[in-house]
C-alpha cells in the first residue's frame, strides 16, 4: 500500500466534495482534504449557511474530513483571493461589462495556487467535488473535459479555463449521494459567493467607498425617457425594474461609461449573432487554427446555440446560425462539441 497515489481533495465544506473524498477512499488512494479560505463571512456580511470557501465552511469541512479520518489542511488565500476575483469583479462592472467571478477564482485559485501548494506537499493528484467528466483520448495524447452526465448540475462551463496539466492532475468528480455526511443538508452555495444578498451594486459601493453616480437612459437614437440609478445597477438584457414607461418593453442594450448612459431598446434590438472573443483557452487542441462548428453557451445554465468559431488575430469570433438575446461583454462565451469542452473565452 505503500505506493498508492496520494490525493489531495479540495474540501468546500458541501456535500460533493466531502462525497468526492469517500469516492476515493473507497478506489484505494491516499487521500487528505483541504479548504481555500478566500473570506471570512463576517468581513462581507454574509449569511453563514450560504457561501463557500469562508471560515464558517472551513469548520464544516475540518468536521467531514475527521468523520471520514483523512488529513486536513486550511490554506490561507484571502489576499489572492482578493486580488485576483474581487478586484477584478469590481473592475469589470465598473468598466461597463459583466464579470464571471466563479470563472476567474476556478483558474487563479482553485486550478492555480491550489494545485501549486498541493505539489509542494508531494501530491500526486488533487481531486474536486465538481460534476464535469474528465476523459483521456488515446488518439491525440490530450486529456479532454466533458460534460456530466448529470445535467441539471453540470459544471463543465466554469471549467472550460483548465489547461493540459491541470487536467492531468485533475480528478474531476461528482457524485449525487449524500454518504451520510453531516453537511448533506447543507444548501447550495449562491453563485458570487462574496456579495451579500445578490447586491452587486451596494458591494461595489463599499468596496470602493464610493457611490455610482445617476445618469439618463437613453434610446438608441438618443432620446432620453427617464433615469437610472448608477451604471453597476443594470446589465445587458435586463428588463425588470428599470422603471421607464414606454409603448414596448425595453431591455437594456448597453451601457456608455462616457456618456454615463444606459441604452434601452427593443427585444429585437437585444439580438447578436456574432461576437469576438478573447483571453481564450481550448482543450482538445493548443490553439484554434481553422474555422470550426461548435455548440456556443454564453450563461452558464443555457441551451448551447450551433454557431461557427474562426480564428483571428489573437482572437476569436463566433458566429451564430440563430441570433442570441444578451450576449454579455465580460461573460464567457464556451464552446462544445457534443459534450466535450472544445475551449472558450471571454466575450467582446
Not at 34 to 44: Q, S
Not at 84 to 89: A, L, M, P, R, S
Not at 103 to 111: A, R, V, W
Not at 256 to 277: C, K, P, Y
Amino acid at each position: 500500500m505503500a505506493n498508492r497515489k496520494k490525493v489531495l481533495a479540495a474540501m468546500s465544506g458541501g456535500v460533493d466534495s466531502s462525497a468526492a473524498v469517500k469516492l476515493l477512499l473507497d478506489m484505494g488512494y491516499d487521500v487528505a482534504g483541504a479548504t481555500m479560505r478566500l473570506f471570512a463571512n463576517e468581513d462581507l456580511g454574509i449569511e453563514k449557511s450560504r457561501t463557500c470557501c469562508s471560515l464558517s465552511d472551513v469548520e464544516d469541512a475540518r468536521y467531514a474530513a475527521y468523520k471520514l479520518g483523512v488529513p486536513y489542511y486550511v490554506f490561507n488565500f484571502t489576499k489572492e483571493f482578493s486580488e485576483n476575483v474581487i478586484d477584478v469583479f469590481v473592475e469589470t462592472y465598473l468598466s461597463g461589462a459583466t464579470p464571471n467571478p466563479c470563472i476567474d477564482c476556478n483558474k487563479k485559485l482553485k486550478f492555480g495556487k491550489f494545485l501549486s501548494r498541493a505539489e509542494e506537499l508531494g501530491y500526486d493528484l488533487i481531486a474536486t467535488g465538481h460534476y464535469a467528466v474528465r476523459e483521456f483520448d488515446e488518439k491525440t495524447g490530450r486529456w479532454l473535459l466533458k460534460r456530466s452526465p448529470f445535467a441539471k448540475k453540470d459544471q463543465s462551463y466554469v471549467l472550460y479555463g483548465m489547461t493540459q496539466k491541470q487536467l492531468e492532475k485533475e480528478q474531476v468528480r461528482g457524485i449525487a449521494e449524500e454518504n451520510g455526511l453531516i453537511n448533506a443538508a447543507k444548501p447550495d452555495s449562491q453563485d458570487i459567493c462574496f456579495v451579500p444578498d445578490g447586491d452587486y451594486a451596494g458591494f461595489i459601493e463599499a468596496r470602493t467607498d464610493s457611490l455610482a453616480p445617476t445618469g439618463d437612459f437613453v434610446l438608441t437614437d438618443g432620446r432620453v425617457v427617464g433615469k437610472h440609478n448608477g451604471l453597476i445597477r443594470y446589465t445587458v438584457g435586463q428588463r425588470r425594474g428599470l422603471g421607464v414607461s414606454w409603448s414596448e418593453p425595453l431591455f437594456v442594450l448597453d451601457k456608455d461609461l462616457e456618456r454615463n448612459q444606459v441604452i434601452l431598446g427593443s427585444a429585437q434590438q437585444l439580438l447578436r449573432d456574432s461576437f469576438t472573443v478573447t483571453e481564450t483557452n481550448f482543450i482538445p487542441f493548443d490553439k484554434l487554427e481553422k474555422p470550426m462548428e461548435v455548440q456556443v453557451q454564453t450563461r452558464y445554465h443555457q441551451t448551447p446555440s450551433e454557431g461557427i468559431i474562426t480564428p483571428l488575430d489573437g482572437k476569436v469570433g463566433v458566429k451564430l446560425k440563430e441570433p442570441k438575446k444578451a450576449v454579455c461583454k465580460g461573460q464567457a462565451a464556451v464552446f462544445y462539441s457534443g459534450d466535450i469542452v472544445v475551449g472558450g473565452g471571454t466575450i467582446q
